[in-house]
């Protein structure tokens, strides 16, 4: 079956542009989560959503990100005033629930560059 | 969370059984052991979990030991393919939502 898909893969802008990432996550999948991978890091959490809602924000980084879940399927992370320090590969996760023991399911990401 | 500390980079050959040891002394009664696999320019999958003494699936098998304050990620006969990045995760279990906490991960390179 489908697997959770992002867009776009590769991203350039400049700095102090804004911009949107996309996340289709597995279908029926009520949890979603966001994280952001450094290079030669492993991903570090930002935000996860059951269903609609923000149920814990509290990777963000700054009030720069923010992020959307309006059907409680496809989630979009914005990020305003990029800075260079944003670019990173941006990741997203699926599970069918939020409970701890569900394996998330990743994306392939978005790379983004912020030049 | 506990902390999980693991090598950070392992080199092997096709066809040999690798094993990558991560330690987390720390680790909580109601604790799993998680690990993911990351090819390049792709996300991170999940390999295999467990709780205590021995795991196994078609990918891998996980030992972890009476007191768990360490887990052995074996693969068996690896291939090119396996060459990846592999990062251990403690994750509560049954406590509802927990965000999974990645090291640095141990960078595997298999040669031919």
């Not at chain 1, 989630?75 to 990173?88: C, H, N, P, V």
């Not at chain 2, 009664?29 to 979990?49: A, L, V």
């Amino acid at each position: 079956g489908a697997g959770v898909s992002q867009t776009p893969s590769n991203k350039v802008t400049e700095k102090g542009k804004y911009v949107e990432l996309r996340c289709d996550p597995i279908s029926g999948h009520t949890a979603l989560y966001w994280y952001r991978q450094s290079l030669g890091q492993g991903p570090e959490f930002l935000i996860y959503f059951q269903g609609t809602g923000a149920a814990d924000d509290s990777g963000l980084p700054n009030d720069r990100f923010f992020a959307v879940r309006p059907e409680g399927s496809v989630s979009t992370l914005k990020i305003q005033r990029t800075e260079r320090g944003d670019s990173a590969v941006y990741l997203c996760a699926s599970s069918p629930t939020g409970a701890s023991e569900n394996e998330q399911f990743f994306g392939p990401g978005t790379r983004l560059t912020v030049l | 969370l506990a902390k999980t500390t693991q090598p950070i980079s392992m080199d092997s050959y096709e066809g040999q059984e690798v094993n990558i040891t991560c330690s987390h002394n720390n680790i909580a009664t109601n604790d799993y052991i998680t690990w993911y696999q990351q090819f390049p320019s792709q996300g991170p999958r999940f390999i295999i979990q467990g709780y205590k003494t021995k795991v196994t699936n078609e990918v891998a098998s996980l030992f972890i030991p009476a007191d768990r304050k360490s887990s052995t990620l074996s693969l068996p006969r690896v291939s090119l393919s396996d060459t990846a990045v592999y990062y251990c995760l403690v994750v509560p279990m049954n406590t509802g939502f927990q965000k999974l906490v990645f090291g640095t991960g141990t960078r595997l390179l298999v040669s031919p």
